[in-house]
């Protein structure tokens, strides 16, 4: 058994995908039209048979009220591994990324907080330890 696909919900998936492909550097795995939405998945070009984000519209009634309470309290939704998180938040930032915390050592992992700009808190994190 291995992990093939997480989701993330997203405010508009063409805006997702232009994020998570643009300044995080993902490609797409699969985009298929499913009515008036898409199954819409990224993967790190690093590893193509890698685990797969699927950009999932905020479609059922459950999920905006949910999203939004965990970005008003600053709740990450997503954490996304990175070798050095003081370099990806200069680079990302430099490309126009915002960010809502910036690198912040905690014990045995750096993190930083960024606004995915479809609904979102995506943590960066760096296990040191």
Not at 97 to 116: H, K, N, S
Not at 122 to 128: G, P
């Amino acid at each position: 058994m291995r992990l093939q696909t997480v989701s993330i919900f997203v405010d508009d998936q063409q805006r997702a995908v232009d994020f998570y492909t643009g300044p995080l550097g993902f490609t797409v795995a699969a985009d298929v039209p499913l009515g008036e939405h898409r199954w819409l998945t990224v993967v790190d070009p690093q590893k193509p048979d890698g685990t797969q984000l699927c950009l999932e519209p905020k479609a059922h009634p459950a999920v905006p009220p949910f999203t939004s309470a965990l970005a008003a309290d600053g709740i990450p939704y997503l954490v996304l591994g990175v070798d050095d998180v003081a370099a990806e938040h200069e680079r990302l930032q430099a490309a126009g990324v915002v960010f809502t915390q910036p690198p912040l050592e905690m014990g045995p992992v750096i993190t930083a907080v960024l606004d995915d700009t479809v609904g979102n808190l995506v943590q960066l994190a760096q296990f040191t330890g």
